[in-house]
């Protein structure tokens, strides 16, 4: 799989925030708002044109903040994506990660925790994530794929930046 490493470090980096206490739990809010603000940011100007914009996440994101009396980071930069090709790539990281929510809400409520969970348990991200699973089982060009891949390729490092810096935030 052509992103499977930039897929890899975005896991390593965002295991080492463990969500069991209300401290760590905000940090990785408040890196995935910095990114997903970037993101919607990035898909109103430029959305996958066979799916859309993928649902909007950062107000659930917000009110689980708040919930926990932290205050939002500011958002990353948006990216730049050159057509839709790059934007259904980009779409597909952000909908992918629907998966890895529904699993770390069953982590939060198998160790007891629970509230502040808007975000990881929003139905509406994987659903639009199997939408555009459909869209992508479609054979397409191999220069569609290609942009699709470096699409997928900006999303996971916008991601991975807005990860390193809450981390950094915590280090100082």
């Known amino acids: 799989m052509a992103t499977r490493a930039a897929h890899d470090r975005l ?71 050159d057509g839709s090709a790059q934007a259904l790539g ?22 007891g925790l629970s509230g502040a969970d808007r975000f990881l348990s929003d139905p509406a991200m994987p659903a639009f994530f199997r939408t555009l699973l459909e869209v992508l089982e479609t054979p397409d060009t191999r220069a569609s794929v290609e942009a699709a891949i470096q699409g997928a390729q900006a999303a996971f490092a916008l991601f991975e930046c807005a990860f390193a810096a809450r981390q950094l935030e915590t280090a100082a």
Do not use: C
């Not at 990281?93 to 160790?111: D, E, H, I, T």
């Open 11 to 81: 896991d390593r980096i965002a295991a080492t925030m463990p969500l069991s206490s209300t401290g760590d739990y905000a940090l990785f809010l408040g890196a995935q708002f910095a990114a997903r603000a970037a993101m919607e940011e990035t898909f109103a100007v430029n959305p996958p044109s066979q799916v859309g914009e993928p649902p909007r996440q950062t107000q659930l994101i917000l009110s689980d903040l708040k919930e926990l009396g932290y205050a939002p980071p500011p958002p990353a930069a948006p990216l730049h994506l």
């Open 90 to 111: 980009a779409a597909w990281v952000v909908a992918g990660s629907s998966l890895g929510n529904r699993a770390m809400l069953a982590q939060r409520n198998k160790a």
